[in-house]
């Protein structure tokens, strides 16, 4: 059906932008492309479709939130992981020689 539908809607479109018929044609088709938009059973039909959508981006979402342990994007650019933390302090911020820790009084 969602192909069909997109089918259509590429053929009237490319007839729209192909037409030769004028000014008048092109009004003409514009005016009943907005009546069958604004028809009750397009709204009703495009609400529910919209419903569907977002049911299935919530369903989606849920999937892969349970695979992927961070809870953004923020999240995952904030702070390294564990390994580069290691990989940090071992070798220093800039690659210079290991970060002195506090604790030992240097």
């Known amino acids: 059906m969602r192909y ?15 037409a ?3 000014k008048a044609r092109y009004d003409q ?22 419903a569907q959508v977002s049911t299935a981006g919530k369903a989606v979402y849920a ?7 961070v809870a953004s994007l923020k999240d995952f650019l904030a702070g390294p992981t ?12 800039n690659g210079t020689g290991p970060v002195p820790d506090p604790a030992d009084g240097r």
């Open 29 to 50: 088709i514009v005016r009943t492309a907005r009546r069958i938009a604004d028809s009750p059973a397009v709204q009703e039909t495009a609400g529910l479709v919209g």
């Open 4 to 18: 069909r539908i997109t089918f259509v809607a590429g053929l009237a479109i490319g007839y729209v932008l192909g």
């Open 63 to 69: 999937k892969v939130s349970d695979r992927i342990p």
């Open 82 to 93: 564990p390994e580069e933390s290691e990989e940090l302090h071992r070798t220093g911020i």
């Open 20 to 22: 030769k018929a004028g």
